[in-house]
């Protein structure tokens, strides 16, 4: 994936941050397939590469220009993943406050701008970055952003009265292995992809 010029030297600082770390200590803790020295994360029904040796990363091409640097931190991240299959939202998370904005705007209002008109398509939509059902709303899908990271979204649907709804859900230990601003960048880039299935 080309490098947004804006995240070039927080990439080549996450880089070095995991230069040192065994591959194999890596994949263990992220839940990536080591082939030779690439990681292979299972990201939203495909794969993001990464590749130790050259220092390069290819995500899907639905996926922001931000989600590289993302990627970077989350693998750091995982080294001290602990499970927590709780679900939390952005709003709740205390360093997220500076972001929520953003992610309201970016992530939410659009997704409940589409979805809370037509709940059902959320899951067409997101059955193609592989989404499962999943049981909350009117409508739910569950998505893998990284083997340790799952991200929920759902819809209700609206009426002349009461506008449509949509909120994502992180699962709380993935959500720990990122800094909050990589994790708005990760929820958003999730929404706009989906969002983009259906055009």
């Not at 059902?133 to 929920?152: H, S, T, V």
């Not at 002349?160 to 800094?179: C, I, S």
Request: aromatic share 6%.
């Amino acid at each position: 994936m080309p490098c947004n010029p804006a995240y070039r030297q927080a990439i080549m600082l996450a880089w070095d941050s995991i230069a040192g770390i065994p591959d194999k200590e890596l994949a263990s803790a992220s839940k990536a397939d080591l082939r030779g020295r690439e990681l292979v994360l299972q990201t939203v029904g495909q794969e993001t590469v990464v590749d130790l040796a050259d220092r390069c990363l290819t995500a899907p091409d639905v996926l922001g220009g931000g989600w590289g640097l993302a990627t970077l931190h989350h693998l750091k991240g995982c080294l001290t993943w602990k499970r927590d299959e709780e679900w939390t939202s952005f709003d709740v998370i205390p360093t997220g406050r500076p972001f929520a904005e953003a992610f309201r705007q970016r992530a939410l209002m659009p997704l409940a701008e589409r979805y809370g008109r037509s709940p059902d398509a959320l899951l067409k939509d997101g059955a193609a970055l592989g989404g499962t059902k999943f049981d909350l709303g009117d409508a739910a899908i569950m998505i893998q952003a990284f083997p340790r990271l799952k991200i929920a979204i759902a819809a209700w649907q609206g009426d002349d009265e009461v506008p449509g709804k949509a909120v994502m859900l992180f699962e709380a230990g993935g959500a720990r292995t990122l800094p909050a601003e990589d994790l708005a960048e990760v929820g958003i880039s999730i929404a706009q992809a989906i969002l983009s299935t259906g055009r």
